[in-house]
């Protein structure tokens, strides 16, 4: 149960902390392509995987 708690948390932290990454890299007049690569990988693989737990809303079990 803590494990899911901490899991979670690291998703949100990864989407923030991506976020922030990618903005900071593009605010800047000397943009820095990499630094702009990094943060909008690490705000996908977070949305990622949150989306992964979220259930579907086409449950069929019928």
Do not use: C, H, W
């Not at 922030?20 to 990988?41: C, D, H, P, R």
């Amino acid at each position: 149960m803590l494990r899911f708690v901490v899991m979670k948390y690291i998703n949100y932290i990864l989407i923030l902390f991506g976020a922030t990454v990618a903005m900071y890299a593009k605010a800047g007049a000397n943009q820095s392509q990499e630094l702009l690569v990094v943060g909008i990988v690490m705000l996908m693989l977070g949305i990622y995987r949150v989306s992964k737990q979220v259930p579907s809303k086409n449950n069929n079990d019928d």
